[in-house]
């Protein structure tokens, strides 16, 4: 206390102490700031009481008015939920006939498709459904199981090479390199006979000789002219689309250790209003084909790596 000063630069009173010629001048807390802090305090005390605050051990403390914001999170869903049942029920309740038929229906099922697509199949199909190297192109007219809302829907439901459905649709192509079905000299000769077909390649030596090595060993799912089957989910390799890349090194590869994609089966995942939007909306983004009632086909087993 006899440090105490008066700072003469400042006018201001020291409190005493003293650190290597550095001292502190009194300058109390303005009563204002003071008065905001207790302020806080009794604020804090209040919201400690009343709303849930202390983690404990397996939860916390629920607080007087028991609210909660995963409590308020599910009462506006459920809330959604219900101002959507109606056009749900409508939905559900309808044909695709009659969906097709109501533009007003048809247009609610496009928007939850779209929400649903976009929350559920955008990461492999892109936001747009566009697809890229390995992802299925949802909106050109290249499809590998059918394009119409039958067999749309049998794809959303069972998926493909889905290992937790029996009724899965199911391609399987072999690899000719990898199984030593075929030399690499021939690999390369069907190669650019698979090229020709499409016209990406003319048809030259070696597109000759991968001729008669395709007739033998492709064809039987392919068909002759290399235009798919889709009873087998054989891809059409007589037009330009490619699931996996139609160039010399994309198409030999494919041929020399065949791809296996897999889509999950969405009828353990979704609920079947949830299915029949998503068709509609896919059904809906340009490579859709002309409306056939569902009927789920039976499983097959065939060669292919095209769209499903």
Known sequence: MSNKRIDEPTGVETVGHEWDGIEELNNPLPRWWLIILAMC????????????AIPMLNSGTKGLWGWSSRGQLADEMAQAQADRLPVLTAIGGASYEAIMADQKLLSQAKAGG???FKQNCAQCHGSDGAGSLGYPNLKDSDWLWG????SIETTLLHGIRSPDDAATRTALMPSFGKDGILQSGQITDVTAHVRSLSAAAPVDAAAQRGAPLFAANCA???GADGKGNRQLGAPNLADQVWLYG???GQVASSVTRAHAGVMPAWSNK???VTIKMLTIYVHSLGG????AAPAAPAPVSGTGNAKP
């Open 288 to 291: 859709g084909e002309k409306f």
């Open 147 to 150: 394009g119409d809302v039958a």
């Open 41 to 52: 305090v009794v604020f804090s005390i209040g919201y400690v009481v009343v709303y849930p």
């Open 270 to 272: 979704l609920d079947p």
């Open 246 to 248: 139609g160039n010399q």
């Open 114 to 116: 779209k929400a649903a």
């Open 220 to 222: 039987v799912c392919h």
